[in-house]
């Protein structure tokens, strides 16, 4: 009986996964129009302390270029010290987004930002040269954001090294790394001095999506998880998971068949608080293609804290 409850309980995520998503407008790549806006969390690198990003398209300036840029103002809220803010200048071109620069290596230009035309492996040379001295696009998938209630099309950007023959990607001191979905904007960003960031909220076209949450509204922080769609997916044959938690606490995933068969344990323990990654390796079992389920357990949902989670999400294989 508990079997069958738990095949029912699989079946029914499918159905609704497959159909109760939001929809996008992804006429427009990158949405850089005034007045957009998104929120992240992330757990900090030195304290792993939740701590907030938030990114807003504030308006647009003309540079001595003599080009139009949309001004975007990037805080990250941390606790221990002042807000640090970052202020970077984008225009739209077609599929392309281009970046002008205050960097003394390339002082008053523009390069090429993020670039929606190129396949996957593509890169480009740019002038930043304290980071690299090229971009481009890692790969390309289908993602589903829990926070958002979205599907859509990501692609990775990232920092390449170019030296000689060999190409590094997201090579030491890269700033951040991008991951961009069409239509919504920056869904994930890796930033090397603070913290992985996960999309919570945004506000795109004057359309709300996810959970937009007050500066000075502390009390959630705690309570935050993370627990991303595996990437690549479809995969063949390895996908990764990522999951955050925001104290000690113990954790399971697991991967299940259609029928609510478990079919690999990937993590039984406690860990503490922090961003995880999680890698699915085909190697030893004997799977076939179709749709699986990994569902992640944290905390004790009886304990008095009320500190827990459960979510399932699905992913494909395809042999």
Known sequence: MKKI????????????????FSQ???????????????????????????????????????????????????????????????????????????????????????????????????IW?????????YRGIENTSLYYSSTLNVQYEGKFFNWVDVNGIDTTWAPMGSPYVDLVGKGIGITYRWMWDFSVFYIYGAKINNQVYGTLTSIDDTQNVVNKYYFSQ??????????????????????????????????ATL??????????NVEFRMQNLELSSGIYFYQLRAGDPSSSSGQSFIETKKMILLK
């Open 5 to 20: 409850g738990l095949v029912f309980s699989l079946l029914l995520f499918l159905i609704l996964y497959s159909n109760t």
């Open 230 to 263: 595996n990437y690549p997916n479809p995969f063949n044959p390895s996908t990764s998971i990522q999951y955050a938690i925001s104290s000690t606490q113990f954790v399971t995933l697991k991967v299940y068949d259609l029928l609510g068969r478990e079919v």
């Open 24 to 122: 996008i407008d992804t006429s427009d790549y990158f949405p850089i129009k005034t007045g957009n806006y998104w929120e992240y969390w992330g757990i900090e690198n030195w304290t792993t302390n939740w701590i907030m990003m938030s990114i807003e398209s504030m308006g647009d300036t003309v540079m001595s270029n003599g080009k139009s840029y949309q001004v975007f103002e990037e805080i990250i809220y941390i606790s221990s010290i002042s807000p640090w803010i970052i202020y970077f200048y984008l225009r739209s071109e077609g599929k392309i987004i281009y970046c002008y620069s205050n960097d003394d290596s390339c002082s008053s230009q523009e390069y090429i930002f993020y670039d929606f035309e190129k396949v996957d492996s593509a």
């Open 267 to 276: 993590v039984n323990e406690e860990k503490p608080a922090g961003s995880y």
């Open 125 to 133: 040379p740019i002038c930043y040269e304290y980071a690299s001295n």
